[in-house]
């Protein structure tokens, strides 16, 4: 958008982006944290079109598991081997080494194919995590093209950016690093129960009651440690945003001397991150601890009571040895869920943020593309209400016709409403009422690439993206010759200062095209527009940023054109516009004068003023 921000839309104060986007982005999702259910639930129908996969993943891990649960029992058997034969019970001479070579053979076989199909479990489900945050990355990327322009003036740059990059890969690593862990821990905490029921029911019960103890300690610390996440994604959020707002404007930063200021706003920011990222890595880490201490302890009553069973022969050695190792496997997979149901909150969190983007309400249903028609480019507007807030109305039945080939200036003090008026000939916005109509269609009956299609948009505040000059100029034409872009960067002027470049027209400009100077750039987008060959064209001061040697040249280079085209043009210069059909001045939305400029300044009215302020001199309020 123009920079003379003349449309009244809530304005940047330094400072305030940040503020709005903790209270967006900290306290909405604090409200959703309570339906961590449900998140969980969309999270996975995610994956349904994986689903034979997931089905696949599940099988490999419930046989990975029983070989790893059937392990210790096997060693076990080896154990009462060695154990029997050292003892020569039953009548047998010393150690029967083949069944002990047997057993020990199977156990290998056993453990190696676990091994392996816990590996292809790992890498079918690192497809299935990679492809579900593939197609939610396109979501994303597809949704943010719906969302009307409102809501990106809404929000800080740097929290979307958070959300559809940071968020989005912190999803992909909870679900990388939790799922598989917790399928396999769930598996093997049945698993062993089960085995450890069938080896001693006794010693099973005493493993099982400490169950309730890590469940109420897991709940107590997820509970804590779910706000500590939220606020940390948040915060990551904000930081993005403060960040791309400071990088962004670091030549204005400098130039006022406010990098202090700049750097205490970055502290607060960073210490309020730090803080919500040491609660939730310490809150959540320290779950590991208090588990295996209980587990310890699960440990310690398991060998007391097993020794005695040996001791008075109802159990034999093997089989205590195996349910030590059963109860080890028993309370890990316990700790491990309580640390992976940590990091699937922090995913979840992230998942939340992601949701909010998606969402959000879609512009307005796009009626289908007509068959493409000749436009002519009569503009009507007819009684058009409009207001960014509703509280503050900004235009207010304004009535305008402009007739095909003619050029509509437009001026008037900032916040009149200029720049408003021809984002609603794009519709970037909606009206609140009346219509405005392009060759008789209602343009809100056309869909926007229909409309859009038809006109060529210059302005003030330049965009070029990363890729060679080339490149830049035909954005708007893809299809063009060479020798078109050529003609049009000829006409406006770009073809002098690019042919002086070592590389010319495969000079390659980075994202905020460097590699030129302010001018240039906007010479690039008038090319641009030249190229675009656009039934309507709109010039939002397009000509701020050149010498005034070059805006004679540019000038000539308008009116060629402006040539049989309708063109609304936002000018503060009004030496730019002398030449222009029809001159419309507006005040707090509304169109107080019109006409030429010679009958405007006959007329001694809002004009008259603006252009004794300019060009005479004059001390006087202009509105």
Known sequence: MSEETDDKKPQHIPGSELRSTRMSSVGMPAEKSENFVATSKRLGRLMAGEMVLVVCI?????????????????????????????????????????????????????????????????????????????????????????????????????????????????????????????????????????????????????????????????????????????????HTGAMNGLVEETFTGHAIVKTFGRQKEVEQRFAETNEKL???????????????????????????????????????????????????????????????????MNVLQSGVASAERVFDVLDAEDETVEPEMSATASVQGRVVFEHVNFSYDADRPLIEDLSLVAEPGTTVAIVGPTGAGKTT?????????????????????????????????????????????????????????????????????????????????????????????????????????????????PSILILDEATSSVDTRTEVLIQRAMVALRSQRTSFVIAHRLSTIRDANIILVMEHGSIVEQGSHEELLAAHGAYYRLYQSQFAGAATDIG
């Open 421 to 533: 008026l021809v984002n609603l000939v794009m519709r970037f916005y909606e009206l609140n009422s009346g219509r405005i109509t392009l060759d008789g269609r209602d343009i809100s009956q056309m869909a926007r690439r229909e409309l859009r299609q038809n006109i060529g948009m210059v302005l003030q505040d330049t965009w070029l993206f990363g890729g060679t000059i080339r490149d830049n100029i035909a954005y708007g034409n893809p299809s063009a010759t060479e020798e078109q872009i050529r003609a049009a960067a000829k006409a406006a002027y770009v073809d002098r200062f690019v042919r002086s470049l070592p590389l010319g027209y495969d000079t390659v400009l980075d994202n905020d095209g460097g590699a030129v100077s302010a001018g240039e750039k906007q010479l690039l987008t008038i090319a641009r527009a030249f190229l675009a060959d």
């Open 58 to 234: 599940l099988v490999l891990a419930i046989v990975s598991v029983f070989l790893v649960v059937i392990g210790p029992k096997v060693l076990g058997h080896a154990t009462d081997i060695l154990f029997d034969g050292l003892l020569k019970r039953e009548g047998r001479d010393g150690v029967d080494f083949s069944a002990l070579h047997r057993t020990l053979i199977f156990a290998i076989i056993v453990y190696f194919f676990s091994f392996l199909l816990s590996y292809m479990q790992t890498y079918m489900l690192a497809g299935v995590v990679q492809r579900t945050m593939f197609s939610l990355r396109a979501s994303v990327e597809a949704k943010i093209h719906r969302l009307p322009l409102s809501y990106i003036d809404r929000h800080s740059r740097g929290d979307l950016l958070s959300r559809v990059t940071n968020d989005i890969d912190n999803i992909s690593q909870s679900l990388q690093q939790s799922l598989s862990q917790l399928i396999t821990s769930l598996l093997t905490i049945v698993g062993v129960l089960l085995i450890m029921i069938w080896i001693s029911p006794l010693l099973a019960l005493v493993a099982v009651i400490t169950v309730p103890i890590s469940i109420g300690t897991m709940k107590q610390i997820a509970g804590r440690s779910k706000q500590k996440f939220i606020a940390q994604w948040a």
């Open 274 to 340: 730090y803080t919500a990222g040491f609660g939730a890595q310490f809150i959540s880490g320290s779950i590991q601890p208090i588990m295996m201490f209980i587990g310890n302890l699960n440990y310690v009553a398991i060998a007391i009571i097993g020794g005695l069973r040996v001791a008075s022969g109802s159990m034999g050695l093997g089989d205590v040895q195996a349910f030590i190792q059963y109860s080890r496997m028993f309370s890990r997979p316990l700790t491990e869920t309580a640390s992976m």
